[in-house]
């Protein structure tokens, strides 16, 4: 089992994620529980079409880290 890193933003419409360590994979939604299924399932379908076409599927790499600054 492997745990990606995804970015989820708020966006006009909704939200939209992608995750880093997997270049290309993104998903969009309306709602953030709703981001958070599609991202999940856009992971495992892509790399089910990674190993289908015989790459090598990413190691996740991606941190994430917040800095608090006065505003």
């Known amino acids: ?5 995804v970015i989820i933003e708020k966006t006009n ?5 992608y995750s880093p360590d997997l ?3 993104v998903a ?5 529980q709703e981001v958070e299924q599609e991202m999940h ?7 089910e079409g ?7 599927v990413p190691e996740p790499q991606s941190q994430a880290s917040y800095c608090e600054v006065a505003t």
């Open 1 to 5: 089992m492997s745990r990606y890193l």
């Open 28 to 32: 969009t939604g309306g709602s953030r």
């Open 23 to 25: 270049p290309g994979c």
């Open 50 to 56: 990674l190993r289908l076409a015989g790459e090598e």
């Open 13 to 17: 419409t909704g939200f939209s994620a």
């Open 41 to 47: 399932d856009a992971i495992e379908f892509h790399i």
